[in-house]
């Protein structure tokens, strides 16, 4: 039990930090979408019950994927801040993951 909270708590960290490092560039209803997962996340990681605990990791981790998709996609398309005008020393063209391993 405890290791999938402690599992839980770190995804909730790397989905926190996905959104603190994209949120300039994604609609207030993407940005609202995960903070409800991880919400309902911190909600459920206090509970005893194993399979809601690991229900709110999945859930967590396919949202967060969804958005990490969409930020690439972003990040590659013509027109957007990054493309136009690649020499601000934005990001390194490298995947954002968001799975966390377990310890």
Sequence with gaps: MLKQ???LDQEIYQ???????NKEN???DAIEELESAIREARDTQDGENLDEIEAASAK???VA?????????AESQPGSAQAA????????DSPIDVEVEEL
Excluded: Y
């Design 26 to 28: 994604f609609p207030t």
């Design 85 to 92: 005008n690649p020499a601000d020393g934005g990001s390194d």
């Design 60 to 62: 967590l981790m396919s």
């Design 5 to 7: 909270k402690n599992k």
């Design 65 to 73: 994927q969804s958005f990490a998709q969409k930020a690439q996609a």
């Design 15 to 21: 989905v926190e930090k996905l959104i603190n490092e």
